[in-house]
Structure formats: C-alpha cells, structure tokens
C-alpha cells in the first residue's frame, strides 16, 4: 500500500527492505514514516522545543495529547534532540491510499499550525515576558 501511495506523490523509487523512510516533497515539511508491528508511524518534526513557552502555550500543546482533541488521532512528543514531532500511527489493517492522504494532508495543515503558533511571534513573545524580580523568602 505504501508504494502505491508513494507513486500517487510522484515517488516512485524506493527501498521497500526498509522499515523507515523520509519524504521529501516541494511544497511541506519531511514527512517520516517508521514500519512497526502491525503499524506504520507517520511523523514529522516541527522544530526545536522552545526555551521560553507562556502557559498558555502549554496547555494548548498539552492538549493535543488528550483524548478530546481536535487533532486527534495525533500526538506531540519530544526526541532526544528536543525536537517536537507531530505524529500518528496507522494500522496495516486498516491503511489504504485514502487513509494516506487523509493522514498527510492532517499533518501538513497541523504542522502549519502548529509552526506558526510556536514560532510566528517568538521573539515578540520573548519581550513580552513578565519580569519576576529575584529576592529571599522566609518560611516560618
């Protein structure tokens, strides 16, 4: 089913031994796709995690990993390189090229999202930060 819907994004060579695979294409980000059992992952990597994030920003990442969220079925996740992924998993039994295209066009439009929400204004939110002034307290 991959091939196919590889071919469909005018990808036609491929190393199909392989359990993972980057797709590049003009227009979005690279997507990476990951065989596992019985699954595929479907990811990309929206950027850098942010040294500075309002709590507000938080809480609608957080979010993202619930179970009413609107960008269900996707999840965030961090890697070991501090890199926010967006990813899904999709089931060999149910994966056909619709479901594909229907799960990379998701990612494209949140990955959109999402990059613009976390990096469109960082240095306008790095100014706009409270300034907490430093001093002891004493408990008694």
Not at 40 to 53: E, F, I
Not at 78 to 103: F, K, Q
Request: net charge negative.
């Amino acid at each position: 089913m991959i091939k196919e819907w590889l071919a469909q994004l005018g990808i036609a060579a491929f190393d199909e031994s392989r359990d993972a695979f980057r797709i590049s294409v003009e227009q979005g980000p690279e997507i990476l796709l990951e065989k596992e059992v019985g699954d595929w992952l479907m990811a990309v990597r929206v950027g850098a995690c942010p040294s500075y994030l309002s709590q507000g920003k938080w809480l609608v990442l957080l979010q993202i990993n619930g179970p009413f969220s609107p960008m269900a079925p996707f999840h965030l996740t961090v890697d070991t390189a501090g890199e926010i992924l967006l990813w899904v998993r999709i089931p060999e039994s149910e994966m056909d090229v619709g479901l594909l295209n229907t799960r990379y066009q998701a990612l494209q439009e949140y990955y959109a999202y999402l990059y613009g929400f976390l990096y469109k204004d960082e240095q306008a939110d790095s100014q706009d930060l409270l300034q907490v002034a430093s001093g002891s307290v004493q408990f008694v």
